[in-house]
């Protein structure tokens, strides 16, 4: 079956620009997350979604970043007034259940973020 | 604060070779440790995961090994072949968190053919 699809692939934009990135996670899916992964850093946690509860936005580093997932299934990162410190591959992944017993995230191939 | 670290940042060996990737945590208190490889434009794929209650995992010619009293775990590649180029990344869970996993930043690793 198809797996996490991302787009755009790459975005170039210039600083105070706002930009939106998409997720579409595996089918039945009802976990999701959104990580960062900056130049020769490890992924940094932004956000998760699990069905209808909550989202933990707690990793998400200023209020210029928000998310939503609509209906449960895709879902939207939005950075606005663009940063050159915000260049990074964003990556999401999907999980079947988000539940304790910590199952496998299938990541997307990322978003390739540049802000001139 | 648990933090994860991966060394060698790069390493690049010719083919057919046995090698080892280090993966090193501060905190030995993890619910479980994962290896995910990272090819250029497809994301990360799941290798290996080890529960906090087991020493090893093998998936083909990897094997992971996890010491908790130590904070390590090495992910184990025999005989190492050019499609074993990638990106390996390790990632500690948490035992507090159902969901966050915190991340090393990769060993980029070059199999010469």
């Known amino acids: 079956g198809a797996g996490v699809s991302q787009s755009p692939s790459n975005k170039v934009t210039e600083k105070g620009k706002d930009v939106e990135l998409r997720c579409d996670p595996i089918?039945?899916?009802?976990?999701l997350y959104w990580y960062r992964q900056s130049l020769g850093q490890g992924l940094e946690f932004l956000i998760y979604?699990?069905?209808?509860?909550?989202?933990?936005k707690s990793g998400l580093p200023s209020d210029r970043f928000s998310a939503e997932r609509t209906g449960g299934s895709v879902s939207t990162l939005t950075i606005q007034r663009t940063q050159q410190e915000d260049s990074a591959v964003y990556l999401c992944?999907?999980?079947?259940?988000?539940?304790?017993?910590?199952?496998?995230?299938?990541f997307g191939p990322g978003t390739r973020l540049l802000v001139l | 604060k648990q933090e994860v670290t991966q060394i060698p940042a790069a390493l690049s060996v010719p083919e057919g070779e046995n090698l080892v990737l280090n993966c090193s945590f501060t905190?030995?208190?993890?619910?479980?440790l994962q290896w995910f490889r990272q090819d250029p434009g497809k994301g990360l794929t799941s290798l290996l995961l080890?529960?906090?209650s087991q020493r090893e995992q093998t998936s083909g010619r990897l094997n992971a090994s996890l010491d908790k009293s130590s904070g390590r775990s090495t992910l184990y590649i025999a005989a190492s072949q050019p499609g074993d180029s990638a990106t390996y990344l390790c990632?500690?869970?948490?035992?507090?968190?159902?969901?966050?996993?915190?991340w090393g930043a990769g060993t980029k690793l070059i199999i010469k053919p």
């Open positions: 992944a999907s999980s079947l259940a988000g539940t304790k017993s910590k199952e496998t995230q299938y």
């Open positions: 089918s039945g899916h009802t976990a």
């Open positions: 979604f699990q069905g209808n509860s909550a989202p933990d």
């Open positions: 905190d030995s208190a993890i619910y479980n």
């Open positions: 080890i529960q906090s």
């Open positions: 990632a500690v869970g948490l035992p507090d968190s159902n969901y966050q996993l915190i």
